[in-house]
């Protein structure tokens, strides 16, 4: 109850931070774009991770009003990066279930964008499965009306909801996000190996592009990328970072990546990783 009064009044004490998490191409080590995670630097109580308050906010009615600050903090640093070298980053927003439950999400959403001076390729929306399944028909009414106008959606945690494979067919969707849950340890563990496998197998049926969250260690690394996952996002790059230290890490990254372009075709992921795993610690 405490954290719930201190959560009022958070957005126009303006206690909300974004940090801003890596998504690399598994094979030559390009930063593709980010994931938006909030974060809450209360005075009270200290920097307070989502886990804990999301599920407050989303019981308190106050979900819509911290929807709506991500997408402009986003989008404010989308506009940022237009006229540097990283006009094509995407930056990704988490929709709750409870922002999929509204009709009115896709229209609010794409306003809201239209208020900046940004391609609305730009911007990625993740959804939950859980999320969708709750309200199947709104859920998909907005999601069509994103994706067509551009904005391109991502089913997050995948594997750890409560999904059929045959409603799954029926989500306009880019990307799959394979939970961390399947990743870890991955190289010594059959069952997961197994698991993403059939993940990729199916991914690659429905057209889709296959990032692996939560990947810790170069082992698991070289495994998803054996298995033919296109993407990865985790500690093992990085951690999620203010958007002063993302700006200059995808700026350093993709640098790199540029200037090895014309002399190797493949195995720049290689060459990135001990940089990648000194900068873990
Ligand atoms: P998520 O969307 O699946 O985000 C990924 C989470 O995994 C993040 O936790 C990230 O810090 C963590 N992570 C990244 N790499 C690794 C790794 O290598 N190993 C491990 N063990 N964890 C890793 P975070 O930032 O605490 O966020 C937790 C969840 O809170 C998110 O899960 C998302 O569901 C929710 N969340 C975060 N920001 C928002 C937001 O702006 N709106 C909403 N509705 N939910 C949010
Ligand atoms: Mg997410
Ligand atoms: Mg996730």
Redesign the pocket.
Known sequence: LRMESLLYKAIDANQFV??Y?PKTDVHTGEVKGV?????WNSPELGMV???EF?PI??RGGM?PQ??EW?IGEACRQLQQWQPLDLKNIRVA????PV?LRDQNFAAKLLAQLGGYDIPTKSLEV?I?ETGVMENMKTAIKSLRELQENGVTLSL??FGTGHSSLSHLNALPLNVL?I??CFVRDIHINPSNEAIVRAIVAMANTAGLTILA????TAEELLVLRNLGVDEI????VS??LSAEDVTEFILTTNAEFEASRHNRKHGRVIDLLPRWLSARG
Not at 35 to 39: P, V
Not at 213 to 216: H, I, K, L, S
Not at 233 to 236: L, S
């Open positions: 974004l940090f998490q994931e938006a995670l909030i974060r991770s989502p886990l999301i906010v989303e979900m911290v929807t991500v927003i988490n929709a709750s922002d993740e939950t997050d945690d996000k939970d961390g969250e939560g990947v810790e996002q985790g500690f093992v951690r999620p």
